[in-house]
């Protein structure tokens, strides 16, 4: 007698089917396999956390717990199998393809979650290092990632059903026809979003504004659909990107210098000393340490103004920063006060003189400057 007669003689003796011991095997071994295998992710993961790349350490994180489902399905179809043995029963010869679809589903889920997890780490590690890295282009690359995957899990599944492939993608390009007009903005919008990733004229994070439409802040998110701009009063604006091919964009985030361009006027009186206020204007701005004094830089006396005699500042800060280049600009201006005062100079401002053609009360004809 051998040993599987044996543990059927005794099985038969306490009155337990052998395919219901063979089904509790079955789900027990998975048990344990699955749990063997959460324990083995988490101590390799923990592993690779100490290790300097994050590929590596993405890939485990995202095996964990699609592996434990894909040995649950495996698992729980086996021992389906063992009760449709024992059954008959037609139902179950739906257990093959489902565990398939199941088993597809799975790797999907798992290329999904790597993907994700790895943009995640790929950033965190790019920001610790203190690297500049392309937003707007690596969440174009994650997004056609996941719908690649999508799209393929989608296909296999099918085939896996015993659906054709060229069938199905014969009907979706008659059906594309037809949704391509019913929703012709929608595609619009995406084509946009793919010629903002490809052209690429702002980042997430930048300062954007658009002279032709009421648009001004800072570029929070770039979608398929559309782009989300947190104007400066936090007040966000959702704008289709079908819109950015038909509107001029400025991207203030990308310029090398701010401008400083100012008119400042001094009284008639001191005319005298206006060569030397605008001389050393142009010495200060020269070696001021917040303007670039290697780009385009130049004080000239330009206009004899009604009220005034006129020479303007043209230069440019070395910082793009709003706040730090206003803060540059006011310690500029208020330099040259200090320049005017020290020639005895005054600012002027507007004034206008009346001429009293009968003269004062004593016979006197007189002018009498009026200022306002």
């Known amino acids: 007698m051998n040993g599987t007669e044996t543990v059927n003689r005794v099985l038969d003796t306490i009155g337990v089917e052998s395919w219901v011991v063979q089904v509790f095997v079955a789900v027990l071994a998975t048990a344990v396999l699955a749990f063997t295998a959460r324990r083995f992710v988490a101590r390799l993961h923990a592993a690779l956390a100490r290790t300097p790349g994050v590929w590596d350490e993405s890939f485990v994180e995202a095996l964990g717990p699609p592996l434990r489902a894909f040995i649950w399905i495996a698992g729980i179809a086996f021992a389906v199998e063992i009760i449709q043995e024992e059954a008959g029963a037609a139902i179950f010869e739906a257990v093959d393809p489902i565990r398939d679809v199941g088993l597809i589903a799975t790797l999907a ?56 492939i060229s069938g199905v993608l014969a009907f979706g390009g008659i059906g594309g026809i037809a949704v391509g007009f019913a929703a012709k903005d929608l595609l619009a919008n995406f084509f946009g979003g793919l010629m ?21 802040g800072t570029v929070e998110r770039i979608g398929w659909r559309q782009t989300i701009i947190r104007g400066f009063d936090t007040r966000p604006l959702y704008i289709p990107n079908s819109a950015f091919a038909s509107i001029a964009v400025e991207n203030p985030s990308r310029m090398h210098n701010r401008q400083i361009y100012e008119t400042i006027g001094i009284r008639y009186d001191d005319a005298a000393v206006m060569g030397a206020i605008v001389a050393e204007v142009e010495t200060m701005l020269r070696a001021h340490e917040g303007v670039d004094a290697d780009n385009f830089l130049m004080v000239n006396f330009n206009a004899f103004a009604p009220s005034s005699l006129d020479f303007f500042i043209y230069c440019y800060t070395r910082t793009r920063a709003w706040a730090e280049y206003h803060q540059v600009k006011q310690d500029v201006l208020l330099r040259i006060i200090g320049i005017i005062d020290r020639h005895g100079a005054e600012i002027a401002f507007p004034t206008s003189t009346l001429h009293i053609a009968g003269g004062l009360p004593g016979g006197e004809e007189s002018t009498i400057p009026n200022s306002r």
């Open 109 to 164: 889920w798992f290329a999904a979650r790597f993907i994700r997890i790895a943009e995640t780490n790929f950033i965190a590690d790019r920001q610790a290092k203190g690297e500049a890295f392309d937003r707007a282009t690596l969440d174009a690359i994650v997004k056609l990632l996941r719908l690649s995957v999508m799209i393929t899990a989608f296909l296999v599944a099918l085939q896996t059903l015993g659906f054709s």
């Open 196 to 216: 903002l990733y490809l052209d690429r004229p702002f980042a997430v994070g930048d300062w954007i504004r658009s002279p032709d439409r009421s648009i001004e």
